[in-house]
């Protein structure tokens, strides 16, 4: 992720500015877009990260609507529930698949 970033930056250096009607939102949403860019090339290269990553977030669903911080319905807890429990499968029938700590 570092050499991409440090590729970025070299990049845009050595580029012109924009021209003069640049506005500084096109620049937030350029950085956002790089921002994502990197993180879907990254969890694509690494699939036992792209896992867990998706495991978590349907984890996390169930606490944030019972403390009332992020409402959702039965079925959108259900469903990230059923996620969440095939992706944890998935790390049992296939164990190279877990993610490893360093």
């Not at 570092?2 to 009607?21: F, I, K, L």
């Not at 669903?61 to 990230?80: E, M, R």
């Amino acid at each position: 992720m570092e050499q991409v970033t440090q590729h970025r930056t070299q990049r845009e250096n050595s580029a012109s500015r924009g021209p003069p009607g640049h506005c500084v939102a096109d620049e937030e949403t350029e950085w956002l877009q790089s921002f994502l860019l990197l993180l879907f090339r990254s969890l694509k290269r690494h699939p036992p990260l792209l896992l867990d990553t998706v495991k978590n977030i349907c984890d996390i669903l169930n606490p944030l609507d019972q403390l009332g911080i992020c409402k959702s319905n039965a079925g959108i807890i259900g469903l990230a529930g059923l996620v969440s429990s095939v992706a944890g499968l998935i790390t049992v029938v296939c164990p190279q698949m877990k993610l490893k700590a360093c």
